[in-house]
């Protein structure tokens, strides 16, 4: 997916119940190289060059239960100084976006 592309999806998963977001500090330190490894434990696909910030992890990923599909974008945001996170997630349905984010806001 390019930047474009994310983008463009990001803006149209607009609505308030669409978006979830929460800002913590860091749990288990803030090494790349296992940040990465955890978004890629989630089953998404983990985006590169997609932020304009590119200390920012961007992925899109489709969550798939017996009777839906749902598409979700997540952007987490670091900032080492403070050793803190923010997590952004946008699905297409309503109901996941905050769920999903209290639960993998314990992962980081």
Known sequence: MTSHDFFQRWKQLSQPQQEAQKIFKANHGMDT????AKL???????LEDVDPNPE???CAGV????????GCLLRLEPNSQAQMYRLTLRC???SVSKRLCELLAEQF
């Open 63 to 70: 969550i798939q239960t017996k009777g839906q599909q749902v």
């Open 56 to 58: 920012n992890y961007v």
């Open 40 to 46: 890629l434990g989630l089953g998404s696909a983990l």
């Open 33 to 36: 190289e296992v940040l990465k």
């Open 92 to 94: 297409s349905k309503d």
